[in-house]
């Protein structure tokens, strides 16, 4: 009998990515969806065929039931959330309820379908916030800055809560910034590699970008899915911390990027106080030793590397869309 997993968030890019290694795992794949008019499956436009999609919110608790009686899944992974933290200040209540009271909503279903189901929680460094020591492991107290970070401390902690009051196999993996092709085009690597191929092209002259010193723990989102799994396959339910343990500036990320393109940079490159943070997160770089050690994880795609995979898949992307329109 192959396994059975659903995964929530599955069209956005850890989802899209976790669909397609639990596929070449053998897993019978189900993914959440909202229904919403704006809903994009292009992520995982290719998978739809081997995908079963359920209809279903983390605003709605009897949909969950449903979905998962629907599924009847082995493991669970939590990746829906509203992820965007400038967004968490303009809709910081709707943040919760999906961020972190839609976890509980979840995390009851199961309990009430099968409380055997494995489950992955989506955990995020932003938690870190005003970080308390450097580099953040499992054991670093949480600050979080935003009110995506408040709400994913919830969410974290009433994971760790259930896994302790009810026996559930529940973990958390408290990821750290990862990227990759797929990436929203509002999140800042995306923005630069999509910038950088604009200029390019000659389809824009500049980038206007917040805070270029800001310094982050980068990682490819393909390597990042594969610890989720290894999560759910332990002896023992923990959380795990992952990351790189290198940390980049923007600055940096913006460099490379350009230079892959064959640009400089300071030509194009503006700062815009509009893209800076009510509140920054200055330094956050992640201690993945435990996950090393007893998961055997580690992140296989270099920071350049992801930088120049994330500019060559926007200059393909761009270039066909120039190539259409001039022909």
Do not use: C
Request: glycine share 6%.
């Amino acid at each position: 009998m192959a396994k059975r997993a659903l995964i929530t968030g599955i069209t956005g890019q850890d989802g899209s990515y976790l669909a397609e290694l639990l596929l070449d795992k053998g897993y019978e794949v189900h993914g959440v969806v909202r229904r919403s008019s704006t809903e994009s499956f292009e992520r995982i436009q290719h998978l739809t065929d081997k995908v079963t999609l359920i209809q279903a919110d983390l605003l709605d608790p009897s949909s969950l039931v449903e979905a998962l009686e629907e599924a009847q899944p082995d493991e669970l992974y939590n990746l829906g959330a509203q992820s965007f933290v400038p967004t968490s200040w303009r809709q910081p209540v709707l943040t919760a309820e999906f961020t972190a009271v839609g976890v509980t909503r979840l995390l009851e279903a199961m309990r009430r379908v099968n409380p055997d189901i494995r489950f992955y929680q989506a955990s995020s460094s932003e938690m870190f916030g005003k970080v308390r020591e450097v580099p953040q492991s499992e054991t670093t107290p949480f600050y979080p800055r935003s009110p995506y970070g408040v709400a994913k401390a919830y969410g974290h902690f009433i994971t760790v809560n259930y896994r302790e009051s009810y026996g559930l196999f529940a973990v958390s993996g408290i990821l750290f910034n990862h990227e990759s092709p797929r990436r929203g085009l509002e999140f800042v690597t995306r923005k630069i590699a999509d910038g950088a191929v604009r200029i390019k092209l000659g389809l824009a002259d500049e980038l206007r970008l917040g805070n270029l010193d800001a310094k982050r723990d980068w990682g490819f989102a393909g390597d990042y899915v594969e610890a989720m799994w290894l999560m759910l396959q332990a002896d023992e339910p923990d959380d795990y911390v992952i990351a790189t343990g290198e940390e980049h500036s923007v600055q940096e990320f913006v460099e490379i990027a350009f230079s892959h393109a064959g640009l400089d940079p300071t030509q194009h490159v503006k700062t815009d106080p509009e893209f800076l943070r009510p509140a920054e997160v200055d330094h956050l770089v992640g201690d993945a030793s435990k996950a090393r050690e007893q998961l055997g994880w580690a992140p296989r795609v270099s920071f350049r590397e992801l930088v120049q995979m994330m500019v060559d898949a926007d200059l393909e992307r761009l270039s066909s869309t120039v190539a259409t329109s001039t022909s």
